[in-house]
């Protein structure tokens, strides 16, 4: 039984992303193809039309900008959060088909904060994964002693999204309304993929800082939203 943290790998994308989403926006108004087009490199025009097509809330073209994540060190209560984001393509470790010698988990920072509340999470991991064990050895099948698993049991997942797909994904789940645990995984995949693509990131984010707007509505954080700068920020990058 161990303690687990969260651990992303981007493993896998489209080659030079913001050539091929370039070469998708021009396509539309070329009589080239895409095939001549995306050879053609001017960064200068590449950050404008990308500035240009998410402004204007026209992000089809960013659809053909594909990105695969190895995530580990994530509890199941996370994964449930995630599958809910459609409009992508995920591969988890099965608890049906794996056996666990130990259970490792993920401890939250409000019961790590709290010693006595650590020691009661921590006992009820270890008996848990106690009485898993103990009905492995009595023959039951791993897809039925899984059932004594908690949530905060550690997974991993493969994850694979189109860029506006992650778009939509990091503008819900970095917002502060978010849970700790999706929020952290949120962020990290957002540092990640600024280092790939950035021009197609840098607008993406909680609506507070990018659109001007919370749509939380009485559930709102309380953050004091400058609507000015942000229109005038929306309308620079037009």
Not at 110 to 135: G, M, P, W
Not at 171 to 179: F, L
Request: hydrophobic share 40%; aromatic share 6%.
């Amino acid at each position: 039984m161990a303690r687990k943290k969260l651990k992303v790998t981007l493993i896998a994308h489209s080659k030079n992303p913001e050539q091929v989403v370039t070469a998708a926006i021009r396509q539309c108004y070329s009589a080239d193809s895409a095939a001549k087009i995306v050879n053609k490199k001017n960064k200068e025009l590449s950050r404008r039309l990308i500035g240009q097509i998410i402004s204007s809330g026209h992000t089809s073209t960013i659809e053909h900008a594909v990105f695969t994540f190895a995530i580990e060190g994530v509890s199941r209560s996370l994964t449930h959060q995630l599958v809910r984001h459609r409009i992508a393509s995920y591969s988890q470790q099965s608890q049906r088909y794996v056996k666990f010698d130990s259970v490792d988990y993920i401890l939250p920072p409000a019961v790590e904060s709290d010693k006595k509340a650590q020691k009661v999470f921590e006992k009820l991991i270890a008996d848990s994964a106690k009485a898993y064990r103990r009905l492995i050895k009595l023959g039951v099948k791993a897809e039925d002693a899984r059932f004594v698993l908690p949530n905060a049991a550690e997974t991993k997942i493969v994850m694979t999204m189109n860029a506006r797909a992650l778009e939509n994904f990091l503008r819900e789940r970095m917002c502060v309304r978010a849970q700790w645990e999706i929020r952290a995984l949120a962020n990290e995949i957002y540092n990640q993929l600024m280092k790939i693509a950035p021009e197609i990131f840098k607008y993406v984010g909680p609506t507070c800082e990018t659109e001007g707007i919370c749509w939380q509505g009485k559930m709102h954080c309380g953050k004091k939203i400058n609507k000015h700068k942000q229109k005038i920020e929306v309308r620079e990058r037009g």
